[in-house]
């Protein structure tokens, strides 16, 4: 696919006009520091794709590398049908926007958006300048200088910057870092709001697993150089396949089990002197009778009773015996840290529907969920991987 | 009680007139040059006062060949300026973006002038013209010129240069800018303050330079300091304090016209 | 939808690295280029009259017969034998020089960078524009300011200032021209500039949050300066000593115009040798000698203040 200099005023274009970007063994070496290891990689077109992960996982190197800022080790690049891999930025389909925006201080709004234009030789930008200035709305603005806009408006500013050139991909670099929590909320849906409007392939990267699940179909996690596990944001939270997923994207917890038997569709572990089941399709280990397991379970699928309540809790349910250690009321749900004997620190959320006033720190509860939001993960891992330490 | 108040008011303000009087010093002999460019002084020097004229003020280029001393030195500043700059600027930039092996000894031989009395310079590169045989003048000036400059530019531009975000340069190859373009649009612009105070400050070390000139000046080659310092020796005409002055207020000017212009260019944007 | 698999680490992969190519080769070439004509010039007119000037030193000869390479060392023993007095001078009064700079420029450099509030560019002007007017111009204008029959020489002397000043050598009794005091007070006044900008520059820096603070901790403010401030400020202080010194040590103008033959230092000698001697070898060899100790004094200063960011 070319890009198309002539190409129509209408910033809403055709909704197929993102490229594909497949990345093929690639890897990158400084010295002796792996930051990306070799990895391949198919982003389709048009899609909303995140590169999620701590800092330092080798995600803003692979974003550099679609971009032609960083040279690859190995591998090869390819966008839509062409191998960029030798291609300097300036002559890539490709736009980015950067990390703290790095807008021209020297150029105003309306010279920073027409730069790429310009670059190309178009001589009547104006009627796609101000086009592009309406959909990120600063229309009103085309003569301020970068420094005299708020965070926010820099932001679309550099949006508006990569997006005017028709990028068949464009990369965001932690787009949205350096705003503040309502401000960003309120870019990540225009965001994609953006992106649903234009059809262009977003590749983004990000640290922060809630703005990847808002705004991404396919979320891949990176970790160490590598791509730890990827799919659209539900089944990666519903399905990790390792600690460090179950870990890194919103909480789990974890309980170091032992196979015992199977039935039917499921696992029957052991924990201590209690009993749970495990679906053996949510199973990302396959274990044999008698080889440990992890099991897990996110904080919102379990349901606390008090002690005394122990009789009403049905049959059929996993069930796990503890004493609460903490509890904070957060509005909406509340809480609690509950000590069971084999698994230490386990985190219960409960919404505030009826709430139990005998809840409070030192009482006996039963903890209780429905078997099939169980998931197993192999327990040769490191069980506090991904962890966000406080 | 007042009186309490009154000291305790000076105490906290005593670093605020230490400051007031380190101004006073360092105005005073300007105040000085300006009154006495109006004096008719008694004899041949103009160091006490005698009475009021504007003679020096209607008659500026009277005096021997104290313009045609101040025509020399303005040339030798401006070529001194556009050559230092030129050569500074270059070497700046790859201090400030390169990666290469030899960086260490090209800091250090770029810090090493302004880390050596004029003098030492002056007198080893006379030495060295002297025994080349160079016919001492115009050009061994500049060269001289260029050379003590130089250290003033590179350190003003990499200091821009090094502030400068790399992803603007980066930014600007993601929007199809080529590595020339890459530079004329995004780094020239924005390393260009940098490059004016360099300029700046070459000119105004050209031009008020002695030492170095001295040791490095034919004999028919006379900057205006080197006047100034002859005149010192015979006697003082009035007309050198007219040219100070003028100087003076040329840069005053010069001051406050770029902040009016960057106060409106601020305003309209 | 998304396909992937990673590679295990250390597996070949099937595509060969990319080549460096020849532009990646043409482009490390390029900081060289860059530095080319500009330390070309360094090279030529900066370090070979440098090594010239310390093979002059060694020579012996005349201007009419030729210089020749001889290793006449005894050029170096008797010079500073006969001028010895003289670099002791210079670096005496380039010593009380900068100290003089450094205690009237903090005050103005802290007044601007934190007092001056929309006065600050004002004043900035005041202290730079000076600088305009030739200095020489400037250093005469002290004559005027300080001549036998002006107002400083008549207040000190009314107020017996001189009588003790002369005591100590610093002037002689009835005028203050031609004495030490005149000098040193036109070493002062010619780099304090040179001392003001790098003070002020460090001192802007300092974030006014962090006086709060220090106050807010229970510091006095002359306290909070002497922790806080002052420390942070160091390498202004050390880059705007050095700018200082250096240059006061090897002037020779201020003696030439505000002194008499007994307040003559190093500078003088080496201009008289060169430009009206005609002694090359002397010259070469007294200068040599003033920049080896000035690069002692300058080394042995930067450990002792312990900062290394002057650049």
């Not at chain 1, 529907?353 to 969920?369: K, M």
């Not at chain 2, 007309?239 to 005053?252: D, K, R, S």
Request: aromatic content about 10%; glycine content about 8%; hydrophobic content about 50%.
């Amino acid at each position: 696919m070319t890009q198309q200099t002539t190409a129509p005023a209408e910033p809403q274009a055709s909704a197929a006009s993102g490229g594909a970007v497949t990345l093929t063994g690639i890897s990158k070496t400084w010295g002796d520091f792996t930051a990306v290891q070799p990895l391949d990689l198919t982003i389709p077109e048009g899609s909303f794709f995140a590169l999620l992960g701590a800092s330092g996982c080798g995600k803003t190197t692979t974003l550099r590398m679609i971009a032609g800022l960083e040279e690859p080790t190995a591998g090869t690049v390819r966008i839509g049908d062409q191998d960029v891999t030798g291609l300097p930025p300036h002559k890539r389909p490709v736009n980015t926007v950067f990390q703290n925006y790095a807008l021209f201080p020297h150029l105003d709004v309306y010279e920073n958006v027409a730069f790429g234009l310009r670059r190309r030789g178009i001589k009547s930008v104006k009627k796609q300048v101000e086009d592009m200035l309406e959909l990120v709305e600063l229309g009103h603005l085309p003569r301020r200088k970068p420094h005299q806009l708020s965070g926010g408006q820099q932001q679309r500013v550099a949006v508006a910057r990569a997006l005017i050139n028709r990028p068949q991909v464009l990369l965001l670099d932690e787009p949205l870092g350096a705003l503040d929590l309502k401000l960003r909320r309120q870019m990540q849906l225009e965001l994609k709001r953006i992106q649903t409007e234009v059809g262009i392939t977003f590749v983004h990267v990000t640290h922060d697993q809630e703005e990847a699940m808002t705004m991404a179909d396919t979320i891949a996690v990176m970790n160490a150089g590598r791509i730890e596990q990827l799919g659209a944001p539900a089944d990666l939270y519903e399905n990790p396949t390792s600690t460090f997923v179950a870990n890194f994207l919103g909480q789990s917890n974890l309980i170091e089990a032992q196979v015992t038997g199977s039935s039917g569709d499921d696992l029957l572990l052991s924990v201590g002197d209690g009993r749970l089941t495990l679906p053996t399709a949510r199973s990302a280990a396959t274990a044999q009778i008698g080889d440990k397991v992890l099991a897990g379970v996110r904080p919102e699928k379990i349901s606390i009773a008090h002690a005394d309540d122990a009789a009403t809790v049905p049959d059929g349910r996993n069930k796990i015996t503890g004493r609460i250690i903490d509890a904070s009321f957060i509005g909406v749900s509340t809480q609690y840290v509950v000590n069971s004997p084999w698994c230490p620190e386990f985190a219960v959320f409960a919404q505030n529907v009826e709430r139990d006033t005998r809840l409070t720190p030192g009482t006996e509860v039963v903890l209780h969920w429905n078997p099939a939001h169980t998931f197993g993960l192999d327990a040769t891992q490191d069980i506090e991987a991904g962890e966000v330490s406080a | 009680m007042i009186v309490l108040n009154w000291l305790h008011w000076i105490r906290r303000h005593l670093v605020v007139f230490a400051a007031i009087a380190a101004l006073f010093y360092m105005t005073i002999p300007n105040v000085i040059v300006l009154i006495f460019s109006f004096n008719q002084p008694k004899g041949r020097f103009n160091y006490s006062w005698n009475h009021f004229s504007l003679d020096a003020w209607t008659h500026p280029c009277d005096v021997g060949d104290m313009c045609t001393s101040v025509s020399l030195s303005l040339q030798i500043a401006v070529l001194a300026t556009i050559g230092a700059t030129i050569l500074g600027t270059m070497v700046a930039f790859a201090l400030a973006r390169y990666r290469f092996r030899g960086r260490a000894p090209v800091t250090g031989l770029i810090w090493l002038p302004m880390a050596m009395p004029e003098i030492v310079m002056g007198a080893s590169l006379g030495t060295l013209f002297l025994n080349m045989r160079i016919q001492f003048g115009f050009w061994t000036i500049l060269i001289a010129h260029i050379m003590f400059c130089l250290s003033f530019v590179v350190t003003a531009v990499k200091a821009r240069v090094m502030s400068m975000d790399p992803r603007l340069e980066q930014a600007a190859q993601d929007l199809y800018a080529t590595p020339t373009q890459t530079f004329l649009r995004v780094t020239l612009p924005i390393a260009a303050p940098g490059i004016a105070a360099g300029a700046l400050l070459s000119f105004a070390i050209s031009i008020d330079d002695f030492i170095i000139t001295q040791f490095n000046a034919g004999p028919s080659t006379v900057t205006f300091p080197m006047f100034v310092w002859g005149a010192a020796q015979k006697g003082l005409p009035v007309q050198v304090n007219v040219i100070g002055t003028l100087m003076f207020l040329v840069a005053v000017l010069c001051v406050v016209a770029g902040q009016l212009l960057g106060r409106t260019r601020k305003a309209r944007s | 939808m998304a396909a992937i698999s990673t590679a295990p680490a250390g597996a070949p992969t099937e595509t060969p690295p990319v080549p460096p190519g020849r532009a990646a080769r043409r482009r490390k070439l390029v900081p060289y280029w860059l530095l080319l004509p500009g330390i070309l010039w360094l090279l030529v007119f900066f370090v070979a009259p440098m090594v010239y000037q310390a093979s002059t030193s060694v020579q012996t000869g005349s201007l009419e017969t030729g210089y020749q390479v001889t290793w006449h060392l005894a050029t170096y023993w008797d010079a500073f034998k006969e001028y010895d007095l003289f670099y002791l001078r210079s670096l005496i009064y380039a010593g009380i020089a900068t100290v003089l700079c450094l205690a009237i420029g903090y005050p103005l450099a802290y007044t601007i960078a934190f007092k001056a509030g929309r006065w600050r560019n004002v004043l900035l002007v005041m202290v730079i524009a000076p600088f305009f007017t030739s200095f020489l111009i400037r250093t005469l204008a002290w004559k005027t300011i300080l001549a036998d029959d002006g107002i400083v020489v008549s207040v000190l002397d009314k107020l017996h200032i001189l009588n003790a000043t002369a005591a100590i050598g610093l002037t002689s009794s009835d005028r203050v021209l031609a004495t030490p005091l005149a000098v040193v007070c036109g070493l002062t006044y010619n780099f304090l500039p040179f001392m003001i900008l790098p003070l002020y520059t460090s001192l802007e820096r300092i974030d006014p949050r962090l006086h709060e603070a220090a106050g807010d901790l229970y510091a006095r403010p002359f306290t909070t300066f002497r922790k806080v401030t002052f420390p942070i400020s160091l390498p202004g202080v050390v880059a705007g000593t050095l700018l200082t010194f250096i240059p006061a040590s090897g002037d020779y103008i201020n003696a030439e115009l505000l002194g008499s033959p007994s307040e003559q230092m190093i500078g003088n000698v080496i201009q008289s040798k060169f430009l009206t001697v005609l002694d090359y070898p002397t010259a070469a060899a007294l200068s040599f000698m003033l920049m080896a100790v000035i690069l002692v004094i300058v080394s042995v200063y930067i450990r002792k203040a312990g900062t290394e960011e002057l650049v």
